[in-house]
């Protein structure tokens, strides 16, 4: 075999999307040519038929960030043979597929997977589907919920109860499922299983007696997990002679297949060859392929009520795979089933090449990237300092930080990013507009721009902390304009005992550093969760920098009246720091409207100009100087003061934490 051809073959695996998750370095050639093709795929596919609805359950894991939720899915696919055993101490994380997601330790994709157990002499088809744990994605959270019956609420024994154990349990509970209370970690030494039993008791009113205790890390207990997935949740309901109704709860892209959809049968039998259509877009398709995921994708020969899997069905743009949509049997058309509620950008910022040269490939990248994060909003914009570029709306900071990661990783893009800004709303005598790029905002000082009031958005957040730390906690709250603030105790264990503390905070002062100061000032013991509360009116105004008396756009940003003149200082000083010295003086200010509140000055190179002047007349010395003086004046009256990128890439970066 020539060398090239096997280079060339080894390439086509490791870059077909499909089998990009297998670590396929140290597998022999010929076993990864054997485990691609159809014919090792087909020994593994499980006839759907045989599993009537009874013995179907759906179900999710939810829990806050960290507490287990990836681990506990390996042990399960493992427990029912879905995959291989781990080696002792290996975490598979079979589910988390992108690399951020294992190297950053955080599930953003939720992934679904199906699994056979025997149990009473029966065999049961499990479906789990994975959520995220981190507040920025709890679109994906619902958007998971949304096709199951069933939940386990997963808790760690050792940090017990956090802000977003509540919020994924209070979705859940609005969905109806059915709630199983799991501690997970008792194996660790500082796990007080019984005190945070208490504590679930307090929080989410689950009887003691039903939480089930594991160590999703050893293994222990996970059999009584699976037992109660059986026991406790309900199978899902649905005929099978019934029109075909299917939920549309998730998509990906596929460069061969085209788009990949994840659905839910509600109602009716799925097969190959099928034609459907959408309620959404009204257009038809052919089901060319559709299966379960177990978890990689395994064909079946059909998709029965209750059953989760995809189907590829020629669907070329992802935008026509709508999430929520209810996809029916073409010419049988059915009720839409209530959908999502669209995902909210709630953070923008504008990302730029570092090379604009290279804007063309960042754009196509980013369009590429949103095909599997479909929640990003994306418009272009250009910057004066910083060329073409695209704003981008984003849930959260972390879900920015992500996305530049992302990009980075998976696209090799360079980027800079501007600092995050929320919409705003500005409210004119005759209109109401959406702003979320400083560069829009009115100057609302200048009463010829007829603005009557400007919005802030608020959000209602909540946050977990032992008590010890509740007086810091109270301060960092207020430092950041928090208002009806109030507190109550989850148990009464002393200083260790956790208060939940709730209060209405403007989402601005969240995406800059709260949650930085949140861990460090509780030492790592708070937890942060936050739910949109609408918009109030804010006294903002826009704050713009200029150098050398030229407004640099790209660093203009909307502060509070209070907030000005600590912000125009800081960022004043930081711009000084960075600035480079230029031939001439440069001053460098912060400016409301045409207010001047802070001022720095960049002092120029001197050139020795009397340097070659031995001895001579004093006069001439000083006509030297005069003349100096006199370029430096005009070279200053022309001159631009040019901001090197990677000047704007720190002051963005250190622009975070002012
Ligand atoms: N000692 C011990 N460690 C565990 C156990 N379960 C999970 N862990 C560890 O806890 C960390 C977080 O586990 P993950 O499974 O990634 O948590 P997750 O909930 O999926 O995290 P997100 O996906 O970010 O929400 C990992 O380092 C695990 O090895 C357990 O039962 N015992």
């Not at 019934?242 to 998509?251: I, R, V």
Request: glycine share 6%; net charge positive; charged share 25%.
């Amino acid at each position: 075999m020539l060398p090239g051809w096997r280079r060339a073959c080894l390439n086509i695996f490791q870059r077909h999307q499909k089998y990009a998750s297998i670590p396929w370095q140290g597998i022999p050639l010929a076993v990864r040519l054997f485990a691609t093709t159809p014919c090792a795929r087909a020994k593994k596919l499980v006839r759907v038929e045989d599993f009537e609805r009874d013995v179907i359950r759906n179900f999710s894991i939810i829990a806050h960030i960290d507490h287990g939720k990836s681990t506990l899915a390996d042990r399960l696919l493992e427990l029912t043979g879905t995959i291989e055993r781990a080696q002792k101490g290996l975490n598979q994380q079979v589910l988390d597929k992108l690399k951020v997601e294992r190297e950053r330790g955080i599930t953003v994709k939720a992934q679904t997977a199906s699994m056979v157990h025997p149990f009473d002499g029966r065999k049961y088809l499990l479906n789990l589907i994975d959520t995220p744990g981190h507040v920025d994605f709890a679109w994906e959270v619902s958007r998971s919920l949304a096709a199951c019956q069933g939940a386990l609420l997963l808790v760690d024994a050792t940090q017990g109860v956090q802000a977003q154990s509540i919020s994924v349990f209070n979705v859940a509970v609005e969905r109806g499922l059915k709630i199983i209370p799991v501690l997970n970690k008792i194996d660790l030494p500082a796990a007080q299983p019984e005190q945070i039993a208490v504590q679930m008791q307090a929080a989410f009113g689950i009887d003691p007696e039903e939480v089930i205790q594991i160590s999703a890390k050893t293994g222990k207990g996970v059999d009584a997990v699976l037992r109660a997935i059986i026991e406790r949740i309900p199978p899902p309901t649905g005929e099978a002679t019934a029109p075909l109704k299917a939920f549309l709860f998730d998509s990906s892209y596929d460069r061969y297949r085209g788009v990949i959809s994840l659905v839910n049968i509600r109602e009716g039998v799925l097969r190959k060859g099928d034609k459907i259509a959408s309620c959404y877009t009204r257009k038809k398709y052919e089901v060319t392929e559709l299966g379960i995921m177990h978890p990689e994708e395994v064909p079946t020969t059909s998709l029965r009520p209750g059953q989760v899997g995809y189907i590829a069905c020629n669907m070329k743009e992802s935008s026509e795979a709508h999430i929520g949509d209810t996809l029916h049997r073409a010419g049988v058309p059915v009720e839409p089933m209530p959908g999502f509620k669209p995902a909210k950008a709630m953070v923008y910022a504008g990302v730029y090449p570092i090379d604009s040269n290279d804007f063309l490939k960042l754009e196509e990248s980013i369009k590429r990237l949103t095909l599997t994060d479909r929640s990003v909003e994306v418009t272009r914009e250009s910057s004066t300092a910083l060329g073409q570029g695209c704003r981008l709306g984003f849930l959260g900071t972390l879900h920015m930080d992500v996305f530049r990661q992302r990009l980075e990783d998976e696209y090799d893009a360079n980027v800079i990013i501007t600092a995050p800004t929320v919409p705003y709303k500005v409210v004119y005598h005759d209109r109401v507009e959406t702003v979320s790029n400083p560069t829009e905002f009115p100057d609302v000082t200048d009463s010829t721009n007829r603005v009557v009031e400007v919005q802030e958005p608020i959000v209602k957040a909540s946050i977990i902390v032992p008590q010890e730390y509740l007086g810091e906690m109270m301060d960092l709250c207020f430092s950041h304009r928090a208002e009806d603030l109030d507190h109550r105790y989850l148990d009464s264990s002393g200083s260790s005992g956790r208060t939940i503390l709730t209060c209405n905070l403007p989402l601005t002062e969240i995406v800059t550093d709260f949650f930085d100061q949140l861990k460090s000032r509780s030492s790592g013991f708070a937890s942060f969760d936050y739910e949109d509360a609408g918009y109030q009116p804010s006294k903002l105004v826009k704050m713009t920098f200029l150098l050398n008396n030229k407004p640099v756009d790209a660093l203009a940003l909307i502060v509070h009246r209070s907030a000005e003149q600590a912000v125009g200082r800081a960022w004043v000083k930081k711009l000084h720091k960075i600035i480079p010295r230029q031939m001439f003086e440069v001053p460098i200010q912060a400016a409301v409207g045409r207010r001047i509140i802070a001022r720095e000055t960049l002092s120029a190179y001197r050139a020795d100009v009397t340097a070659g002047l031995y001895g001579g007349h004093h006069e001439r010395k000083l006509k030297h100087l005069n003349n100096q003086k006199e370029s430096k004046k005009r070279m200053k009256r022309v001159g631009t003061v040019d901001l090197p990128q990677e000047a704007f890439y720190d002051m963005l970066k250190t622009g975070k934490s002012s």
